[in-house]
């Protein structure tokens, strides 16, 4: 599921679980530790959801483990090769490509890593 926002802090995540929540409403929830996901209001919510969102933290500095970097490479190798005379332009370009790329992901491979 992807989401954008102008920034993101702790509280923009729990809003972001909150819509995993309604829309899965059980799950596995797979995540770095990017300083919003350390954020305690978000400690917090997972604390009290633990009968619908299991939390996986990945282990530091592994990013083989998280399917998403591939998506970010592509986008990086594709997007950032190209040129964007404004931020804006590069942003819309980069919103674009992940919405409607299909990335072909086998996550029988980062799981059972």
């Known amino acids: 599921m992807f989401r954008q926002y102008q920034q993101m802090n702790g509280k923009d ?3 972001f679980l ?8 059980k799950f596995v929830l797979f995540y770095d530790g990017a300083p919003q996901h350390r954020a305690e209001e978000v400690k917090e919510f997972l604390g009290q959801n633990l009968d619908s ?4 933290r990945f282990p530091r500095y592994s990013p083989e483990y998280n399917a998403v ?13 190209e040129y964007h005379p404004t931020f804006q332009q ?7 490509y992940l919405r409607t790329t299909r990335f072909k992901l086998d996550m029988v491979k980062y799981l059972c890593q």
Request: glycine fraction near 2%.
């Open 18 to 25: 909150k819509s995993l929540k309604r829309k899965f409403k």
């Open 13 to 15: 995540f729990v809003v």
């Open 53 to 56: 969102i299991i939390p996986v």
């Open 69 to 81: 970097e591939e998506p970010w490479r592509q986008a990086k190798n594709k997007v950032g090769a």
């Open 90 to 96: 590069l942003k819309t370009k980069l919103t674009k």
